[in-house]
C-alpha cells in the first residue's frame, strides 16, 4: 500500500518540475529593462485610427504586435474618440485630468461617466464605448497587441475622412 503514493509522486515529479521551470522563466528579469522619467518619455502624433490632436507615447512594448504593450495618450480638453470597440482588453489608467467615457453604440455626452485622476477602467474585449475629455487629460493604456480601433460607424473613422479628403490623382 505504500508503494502506491511513491508511484504517484514519481509520476507527478516531471510536471512539477515543469511548472517550477515555468515559475523560474516568468519571474526571470527580462534582458533589458527600462526606467523612464517624465522628461525622458518621447511624445509623438497619435495614431490615424484616432481623432487628430491626441499625442502618444509607448512606454513598453509594440502596440502592433501580439504581445503586452503598455502606452500613454496626452489627449486636449474637449477631446472625442467616437463609438469604437477594441478586439483585446483594455486597460486604462487616468494620469491627470478628466476622462469622460460612456458604452454605447454612438458618442453621447448624456451617457458619458466622469473618471478623475486616479481611475482605473477595465473593459472587456469588443465592448462598444467613447471618450471624450472635459480638460487636458494623460491616460494610460496596458493591453495586448495587436492595438485596433474599431468604430461603429464607418463614417466617422479618421482613416475614411483622411481618404476622402485625399486629392485623386489626375486623369491622364
Known amino acids: 500500500m ?7 509522486a514519481l509520476l507527478l515529479l516531471p510536471f512539477a518540475a515543469a511548472g517550477l521551470a515555468l515559475a523560474d522563466e ?5 534582458a533589458a529593462h527600462t526606467m523612464l522619467t517624465p ?10 485610427s484616432l481623432p487628430p490632436g491626441a499625442k502618444m ?17 496626452k489627449l486636449p480638453a474637449g477631446y472625442k474618440i467616437p463609438a469604437h470597440w477594441h478586439p483585446t482588453d483594455e486597460n486604462i489608467t487616468v494620469l491627470s485630468g478628466v476622462f469622460l467615457m460612456g458604452m454605447a453604440d454612438k458618442l453621447d ?12 477602467i477595465n473593459m472587456p474585449a469588443k465592448t462598444h464605448h467613447f471618450a471624450m475629455t472635459g480638460a487636458e487629460t494623460v491616460i494610460e493604456i496596458a493591453s495586448m497587441g495587436p492595438f485596433e480601433v474599431n468604430y461603429i460607424n464607418p463614417a466617422v473613422d479618421p482613416r475614411n475622412a483622411a481618404a476622402a479628403s485625399t486629392p485623386a490623382s489626375p486623369k491622364k
Not at 516568468?26 to 527580462?30: C, I, L, R
Request: aromatic share 12%; charged share 20%; glycine share 8%.
Open 39 to 48: 522628461d525622458q518619455i518621447k511624445w509623438g502624433e497619435g495614431p490615424p
Open 26 to 30: 516568468a519571474a526571470a528579469p527580462s
Open 109 to 120: 455626452a448624456t451617457k458619458a461617466k466622469t473618471y478623475p485622476s486616479g481611475s482605473f
Open 57 to 73: 507615447a509607448v512606454l513598453y512594448g509594440d502596440p502592433s504586435k501580439p504581445a503586452m504593450f503598455i502606452m500613454r495618450a
Open 2 to 8: 505504500t508503494t502506491r503514493p511513491l508511484f504517484a
